[in-house]
């Protein structure tokens, strides 16, 4: 089992950064496929992005696809979400997930952080 908590949101102006953090605990942290999602109020949670517990492989929603990079340290035990040219449609709570493999399927993530609020403006 792995323990989740996201942090490093915040309120940013739209075409802005952000670069969300998340610490994992555990011992078997890298046997676990990571992944970001995202929900906005009265929606869906919904695939943001996913890496495989090497690193090697990589996947996007095609509505951030070339403007957020998925990353992950072993060594730290962390993994991250670099969000740049960022748009008020990307105003959500961010979680991190872990997974037993490589997934971009919500229901394959068994482990949660508790989110991190992400705020765009126009």
């Known amino acids: 089992q792995v323990q989740l908590m996201e942090s490093r949101g915040g309120l940013v102006q739209a075409g802005g950064s952000l670069r969300l953090s998340c610490a994992a605990s555990?011992?078997?942290?890298?046997?676990?496929?990571m992944g970001w999602f995202r929900q906005a109020p009265g929606k869906e949670r919904e695939f943001v992005a996913a890496?495989?517990?090497?690193?090697?492989?990589?996947y996007y929603a095609d509505s951030v696809r070339g403007r957020f990079t998925i990353s992950r340290d072993n060594a730290k035990k962390a993994v991250y979400l670099q969000m740049n040219n960022l748009k008020p449609e990307d105003t959500a709570v961010y979680y991190c997930?872990?997974?037993?493999?490589?997934?971009?399927?919500?229901?394959?993530?068994?482990?949660w952080g508790q989110g991190t609020q992400v705020t765009v403006s126009s």
């Open positions: 555990g011992r078997t942290f890298r046997n676990y496929a």
């Open positions: 997930a872990a997974a037993m493999s490589f997934t971009t399927t919500l229901h394959d993530f068994g482990s």
């Open positions: 890496i495989s517990w090497g690193g090697d492989s990589t």
